[in-house]
């Protein structure tokens, strides 16, 4: 079993709609959690941290489940710019090791 | 702000050469890793370093090798490269554990084709 896991999509929805995904990590001393985004031939980049209360960024919103070892992103009012694939990534903060989904590709349609 | 630099961009090598990946970082990261990326596969951590003079292996080290002798620097060898080597190599760095911000910040990644 991965350590971390995300369901790859696509995810195929219309302009406008709310999407949510999830990801689940295997080791309770997981400390850091990220959602990165990564475009095409591009670099994965920061979206936001996951804080354990919850975390809100315009139209992100990131929760953090520790006791079902979850963390999952949702979007509100997708635009076509929204496609990309979503990593989800978790740190142990007693490790230098940074572990990365395999990601979620979302496809945001006119 | 230039974050993470990779040198080169692309690459075409044909087997059994060898080659060097640069990477670069002007934020005074302790930590830099090297991974790489497959389809299908995620981001997997080839070796990484905690810090200037030190390195370590990853997920899926054998055929390269790594130096960091400036806390700057951080380089990706190939001796011999084959064609499984083919892919999208990233370098990263990030703060240690303990620091506000850990979050990792990418270079531009490596294109690199083995043939």
């Known amino acids: 079993r991965k350590e971390v896991e995300q369901d790859p999509g696509p995810f195929n929805v219309p302009e406008g709609a709310t999407v949510a995904f999830n990801c689940t990590y295997s080791?309770?001393?997981?400390?850091?959690f990220f959602w990165y985004r990564q475009d095409c031939r591009k670099e994965p980049k920061l979206l936001m941290s996951v804080y354990s209360s919850g975390n809100e960024d315009g139209r992100f919103t990131a929760q953090l489940n520790r006791a079902s070892q979850y963390i999952s992103l949702l979007i509100r009012d997708s635009k076509l710019s929204d496609s990309a694939t979503y990593l989800c990534v978790v740190r142990r903060d007693s490790s230098y090791k940074l572990i990365f989904g395999s990601g979620t590709r979302l496809l945001v349609r006119p | 702000n230039a974050g993470v630099t990779q040198t080169p961009k692309f690459r075409v090598l044909k087997t059994g050469q060898s080659m060097t990946l640069l990477c670069a970082q002007d934020?005074?990261?302790?930590?830099m890793y090297w991974y790489r990326q497959d389809p299908g596969m995620g981001l997997r951590l080839i070796h990484y370093?905690?810090?200037?003079?030190?390195?370590a292996k990853g997920e899926v080290p054998d055929g390269y090798n790594v130096s960091r002798l400036k806390k700057q620097n951080f380089l990706l060898g190939l001796e011999s490269a084959a064609p499984s080597q083919t892919s999208v190599y990233f370098c990263?760095?990030?703060?240690?554990?303990?620091?506000?911000?850990?979050?990792?910040?990418f270079g531009q990644g490596t294109r690199l084709t083995v043939v």
């Open positions: 370093s905690v810090g200037e003079g030190t390195t």
């Open positions: 990263a760095s990030s703060s240690g554990p303990g620091q506000l911000n850990t979050e990792a910040f």
């Open positions: 080791n309770s001393a997981s400390q850091s």
């Open positions: 934020m005074n990261h302790e930590y």
